[in-house]
């Protein structure tokens, strides 16, 4: 393949890189009076990225770079759906940030260097590419949880996101090199083929496989390994809260399937009752937890490990209607959290967070159609008909009884019966509960609430062409090698 073909397939890479370097520049220069810049710039090159990876979704797989980076169906589909939500994500924080003054150019260099990461780690078909994209979110993702530096809050979440976090880092790493001395290759598709004839009792590769699904689970802040998501989301700023509880959970779901699918398929014996344990205890710690929280942020960030143990449920199936179930579901899910964290972010007051589910009583009285769209959000997280989120959750549980797993399917479907009171909780409270005292106005720009409508309108809009969503899922998770 020639270079220029190469650097074909890497372009919105490139593009994203280069405007990040170009955007800490302008910070430097006069042009930094120019408040909208930066923004601008972001939002730009994100929709230049994400019309670049429409246009590759039904292309042909190919390998490039001495076969370090792939670029399929499946990693084009989820770099779209990340560039989309960051869109979404940066127009929603306009407000807060620049309420609390920490709307300069570094927040989005930071944040596009985060988005360069998480594509790195989807086409990643090699372990140092996975390594590689991984901690270069990693460190971006641990500066913008500080970034709000006369907060003790952030301060602490950064600290506890940072040292949790290598801990994670550390155990993909003691996983691969592992991998690494028993196959003498770092090729994602060699290791499975040289997998293929590995005895299923040999030690050091168990020992391997447990320290790559502890750190996939650290990733995704699954149970047992979820210490870090509510403090972190809660302490953050909540324009890095809602970068945090969207986009990373595309681009760990997307490593997983590289690493466990990919590289360790011929050892899903090995992985399956790993992960049958992880999800359950997601659904059961996050769902039940959940309800004795009375911050709504906090409440999310435990819904968040409820919803990631759902998503397991469809990689556990080891079918390829499970990950295409799985697929659907982290997209549905990432678009719900958007729309979650995003109400939070445009109705903050300034010097006020807002994030308290007392917070949000008698919205309904207040601002209609914002309650409006929070019954929807809440709808779907919650899987009740007819939004989408019930029919994502639908295809995980389908994927697992046809896998012959009723039981966990049975104990999911039970805990998020149970987890379905605090959404309702939250919607009794917008609609019947009301305030003792008229609150100020919400610090809103009328972009951010249009667009607020649009992500939740979505939710419901949606459905009669979910048939066609799962068919692109499918059409991705088929070109995996």
């Not at 991998?179 to 590769?205: E, F, M, Q, V």
């Not at 295809?395 to 697992?400: D, K, L, R």
């Not at 379905?420 to 009301?434: N, P, S, W």
């Amino acid at each position: 393949m020639t270079f220029s073909v190469e650097i074909a397939k890497l372009l919105p890479e490139i593009i994203v890189s280069l405007m990040a370097c170009a955007i800490l520049i302008l910070g430097q220069t006069p042009l930094k009076k120019i408040r909208d810049l930066p923004y601008l710039l972001t939002l730009g090159t994100l929709i230049v990225a994400a019309i670049i990876f429409a246009s590759k979704i039904y292309q042909p797989s190919s390998v490039v770079m001495e076969g370090m980076f792939i670029d399929d169906s499946f990693s084009n589909l989820t770099k779209l759906v990340i560039c989309l939500v960051a869109v979404f994500v940066f127009s929603y924080a306009r407000a807060y940030s620049l309420a609390r003054d920490i709307a300069g150019c570094e927040f989005y260099v930071l944040g596009l260097f985060a988005v360069l990461g998480m594509m790195v780690m989807v086409s990643a078909d090699h372990l140092l590419a996975v390594y590689l994209g991984l901690e270069l979110m990693s460190l971006c993702l641990y500066s913008m949880v500080a970034f709000q530096r006369d907060s003790s809050n952030a301060t602490e979440a950064a600290m506890k996101y940072f040292v949790l976090g290598a801990i994670g880092s550390g155990s993909l790493l003691y996983g691969l090199s592992i991998i690494y001395g028993l196959t003498g290759t770092l090729d994602i598709a060699a290791i499975h083929t040289s997998l293929a004839t590995s005895s299923s009792d040999n030690l050091p590769l168990i020992l391997a496989v447990v320290f790559v699904v502890v750190a996939l689970a650290f990733k995704l802040g699954a149970a047992p390994f979820h210490m870090w998501v509510p403090d972190v989301y809660h302490g953050a700023p909540t324009s890095t809260t809602i970068f945090l509880g969207t986009m990373p959970k595309i681009a760990a779901f997307a490593m997983l399937i590289r690493l466990l699918v990919g590289g360790l398929g011929e050892l899903q014996h090995l992985w399956q009752d790993m992960l049958i344990i992880i999800a359950l205890l997601s659904i059961v710690v996050g769902n039940v937890i959940a309800i004795a929280q009375t911050n709504l942020k906090r409440m999310l960030a435990y819904s968040t490990i409820a919803h990631m143990g759902f998503m397991l449920l469809g990689v556990l199936s080891a079918s390829d209607e499970g990950y295409t179930a799985a697929l659907f579901y982290v997209l549905v899910y990432a678009v719900m959290g958007l729309g979650a964290f995003g109400m939070i972010l445009i109705s903050a007051r300034k010097g006020e967070e807002h994030d308290n589910i007392s917070d949000f009583s008698g919205l309904n009285s207040r601002d209609p159609w914002m309650a409006f769209w929070m019954l929807l959000l809440m709808f779907s997280l919650a899987g009740v008909p007819p939004t989408v989120g019930f029919y994502a959750k639908l295809a995980v549980i389908q994927a697992i009884v046809d896998a012959n797993l009723v039981w966990v399917a049975v104990i999911a479907v039970l805990f998020a019966v149970i987890g379905a009171f605090y959404y309702l909780r939250v919607i009794k409270v917008v609609y019947f509960d009301q305030l003792e005292e008229v609150p100020t106005p919400f610090n809103q720009l009328p972009a951010s609430r249009m667009l607020l409508g649009l992500n939740a309108m979505v939710l419901v809009a949606v459905l009669p062409w979910v048939g066609d969503v799962l068919s692109v899922c499918q059409t991705a998770i088929a070109s995996l090698r």
